[in-house]
């Protein structure tokens, strides 16, 4: 095992330069099955969850937006249906699932409503964060949930999931949350308030590591193996989640959750571990969409276009003069203004063939152009980078 010295030295980040909890403006909170439920009796722990919706109910009352994955479902489920104190098979896990969600969604409502909060629930598999158009649409229900002040609670969908199109674990689950919600800060709360320099039930001499600037080979060495009984993964998952969130710009911290008000104590200066990212969530986001992807077509704009472009707008259909290539919704297309020249790239938001039909027309025409009510936009600009990094 490396030394506390070897580990540490590198680091070198002041913890005072470490943000606080209330500079944030999205965060996304993971909370695990073994901080929720009672895994001597398979009950949840209801004084606790009351303490964190406390939490989470000051945040939204000062602005900050908040969205929780919670586990917790199967082992809730397990205890409903008497289910036996071994590993369950697959099918016991997807019933115990669709039992013990409800009861998971109802405690969540209820402790939120209490502190005059809004819950709603979001179910989620590996293809909703994995493939494109189902990304978009899982990103489009969470905005809207946020803009009407409600709070998800999302879980992986068990009852459908198998181990082979599954997450597993919630640590990485909620990483991907904290990409797809565009959120700037992820806060795992774990049975251990950080990452070590050696696992600290079997080294008396481990160390905390306060922060970790990058996630490099020598941070990864020092993970542990599995948690407790109720969890799926350990300190293992936890970094593989750092990587997953600090790409996507957003910062994460493991701190405690075997105390109340477990956010109220991270910024009270609670012990911790900040993994920090380079960039922030927008700037990530739009360095992916300039340099990662493969555009799929081109949308040839008027001069309006592009001068609403360059104002901070989105691309309407009226500004769209000619649609080329065949793409779908979600893809990278090329924007070009009148003279040919490149004006940025973006995420388009339809189909190349209702794109077509649309273009040159206003927005309140989709609807009695294609059928159904369409996105106003046919470039969001939160998915839209202009040319020289605009």
């Not at 722990?45 to 969205?67: C, M, N, S």
């Not at 909060?117 to 990304?135: K, N, S």
């Not at 799929?296 to 309407?316: I, N």
């Not at 649609?323 to 203004?337: C, K, M, Q, S, Y």
């Amino acid at each position: 095992m490396n030394s506390p010295t070897a580990v540490t030295a590198p680091l070198g980040t002041p913890l005072s330069d470490v943000p606080k909890l209330s500079s944030f403006r999205r965060i996304v909170v993971k909370v695990g099955s073994a901080l929720l439920v009672d895994s001597a009796r398979g009950r949840l722990r209801h004084a606790w969850l009351a303490a964190l919706a406390e939490d989470i109910a000051q945040l939204h009352r000062e602005g900050r937006e908040v969205l929780v994955v919670s586990s917790g479902a199967i082992a809730l489920g397990r205890t409903i249906l008497k289910l036996p104190k071994r590993p369950l098979k697959l099918e016991e896990s997807q019933a115990a699932a669709a039992v013990g969600q409800i009861a998971l969604a109802r405690n969540w409502s209820e402790a939120l409503a209490h502190e005059g909060v809004t819950a709603g629930q979001v179910l989620i598999t590996l293809g909703d964060t994995e493939e494109r158009r189902r990304y978009l649409n899982a990103r489009s229900t969470l905005a809207k949930l946020l803009e009407l002040k409600v709070v998800p609670v999302i879980n992986e969908n068990d009852t459908v999931a198998t181990s082979e199109i599954r997450y597993g674990d919630n640590d990485r689950l909620a990483a991907r949350v904290a990409g797809m919600a565009s959120a700037d800060l992820l806060v795992l709360l774990s049975d251990i308030d950080g990452l070590y320099t050696a696992p600290p039930n079997d080294n008396p001499d481990a160390q905390l590591i306060p922060v970790v600037p990058r996630i490099t080979a020598e941070i990864e060495a020092v993970a542990g193996g599995a948690g407790t009984e109720l969890s799926r993964g350990g300190m293992k998952t936890k970094i593989e989640a750092g990587k997953i969130a600090t790409t996507a710009g957003a910062h994460m911290l493991i701190a405690s959750g075997k105390v109340k008000n477990p956010l109220r104590a991270v910024e009270a200066g609670a012990r911790c571990t900040w993994f920090l990212a380079p960039a922030n969530p927008v700037a990530s986001r739009k360095r992916w969409i300039a340099g990662s992807l493969e555009p799929r077509g081109v949308l040839h704009l008027d001069a309006g276009a592009v001068a609403a472009l360059r104002r901070g707008s989105s691309l309407l259909p009226a500004g769209v003069k000619r649609v080329e290539g065949v793409f779908e919704r979600g893809d990278a297309v090329i924007l070009r203004g009148p003279d040919g020249a490149e004006v940025g790239r973006g995420l388009v938001a339809y189909d190349h063939d209702y794109a077509e039909r649309i273009k040159g027309h206003s927005s309140d025409e989709i609807a009695t152009i294609t059928g159904f009510e369409g996105r106003a936009a046919m470039v969001h600009r939160d998915d839209l980078v202009l040319g020289g990094g605009g």
